[in-house]
Antibody
Framework: QVQLVESGGGVVQTGRSLRLSCEAS????????MHWVRQAPGKGLEWVAV????????YYADSVKGRFTISRDNSRNTVDLQMNSLRHEDTAVYYC???????????WGQGTLVTVSS | QSVLTQPPSTSGTPGQRVTISCSGG????????VNWYQQLPGTAPKLLIQ???ERPSGVPDRFSGSKSGTSASLAISGLQSEDEADYYC???????????FGGGTKVTVL
């Protein structure tokens, strides 16, 4: 079955960097786009970034553009999110999800919590 | 503030039918399909409806989706206690080049 496992979350000071990783299994990873979506405590879902199946195309939410970078390694079935210049408002649970046809985000991981504090 | 607009909450008694609306624009719902996600308390979101009205395997047929123009809706028939959750609509936006989520609707079963 499809599994997506996020890691790398934790507590980080404002202005510092953090790198999240999502390991995928149970499907042909190299054939699917991948998203990062976040959810601040008590708030709704916010899309962060997406990367195409081959890594050639990436898109970002305006709130993270220029600070976050999404990348993937199809040989290791992983998608990463490099987060720089972190702000308090980046505090959230970060989920990875795979795109499949008409499903923008078909399967979701359990999420990893990022807390940005001063 | 979300570009896709949902009511913040709705409620119903067991067995009732409830609907959740999702209002967007020409560049998102108007041009692209709509997904719906269910998020039970303390869990990750789950895909409920894809391509406007398709239920993934395992999703009960009590859940149905529709789309017309720049709006979409999710209907839950025969409401059950386990349907108490947050529901989100989503659509790709061709202008913003991003995936948009609605603000979410909390469904309470009375």
């Amino acid at each position: 079955q499809v599994q997506l496992v996020e890691s790398g979350g934790g507590v980080v000071q404002t202005g510092r960097s953090l790198r999240l990783s999502c390991e995928a299994s149970g499907f042909i990873f190299s054939g699917f786009g991948m998203h990062w979506v976040r959810q601040a405590p008590g708030k709704g879902l916010e899309w962060v970034a997406v990367i195409s199946y081959n890594g050639y195309d990436t898109y970002y939410a305006d709130s993270v553009k220029g600070r976050f970078t999404i990348s993937r390694d199809n040989s290791r079935n992983t998608v990463d999110l490099q987060m720089n210049s972190l702000r308090h408002e980046d505090t959230a649970v970060y989920y990875c999800a795979n795109r499949n046809g008409g499903a923008y985000a078909q399967n979701w991981g359990q999420g990893t919590l990022v807390t940005v504090s001063s | 503030q979300s570009v896709l607009t949902q009511p913040p909450s709705t409620s119903g008694t067991p067995g009732q039918r409830v609907t959740i609306s999702c209002s967007g624009g020409i560049f998102n719902i108007g041009r692209n399909t709509v997904n719906w996600y269910q998020q039970l308390p303390g869990t990750a979101p789950k895909l409920l409806i894809q391509s406007n009205n398709e239920r993934p395997s395992g999703v009960p047929d009590r859940f149905s989706g529709s789309k017309s123009g720049t709006s979409a809706s999710l209907a839950i028939s025969g409401l059950q206690s386990e349907d108490e959750a947050d529901y989100y609509c989503a659509a790709w936006d061709d202008s913003l080049k991003g995936l948009l989520f609605g603000g979410g609707t909390k469904v309470t079963v009375l």
